[in-house]
Nanobody, 126 residues
């Protein structure tokens, strides 16, 4: 079993920054790829970024150049650094673990694993 706890969300003005953390506990040795998702009110949950077990990182187009991510295997934590935030980034952000990431050049896809955190709210005011 794997447990995920997100933190770092909050209220920020447009153009501001936040860093989200996802602390991973439990059977961490078995975790494959990890992903960050978000869900805005009235919308479906969408993938934001995926991080392979080797720390290869992919981002969706809407956040490229603004978001970065990292995976600290020693501390079992993954991070999502968000800069130049926009009101449309407002959502609950979720961490996902033990997914599968496949990439072929610029084409990539992430299949989520079974483990989800509880989410952390990010609100960007205009």
């Amino acid at each position: 079993q794997v447990q995920l706890v997100e933190s770092g969300g909050g209220l920020v003005q447009a153009g501001g920054s936040l860093r989200l953390s996802c602390a991973v506990s439990g059977s961490t040795f078995s975790i494959n790829a990890m992903g960050w998702y978000r869900q805005a009110p009235g919308k479906q949950r969408e993938l934001v970024a995926a991080i392979s077990s080797g720390s290869s990182i992919n981002f969706v187009e809407s956040v490229k150049g603004r978001f970065t991510a990292s995976r600290d295997s020693a501390n079992n934590t993954v991070y999502l650094q968000m800069r130049d935030l926009k009101p449309e980034d407002t959502a609950v952000y979720y961490c996902n673990a033990d997914g599968h990431l496949r990439s072929y050049g610029s084409i990539w896809g992430y299949a989520p694993g079974d483990y989800w955190g509880q989410g952390t709210q990010v609100t960007v005011s205009s």
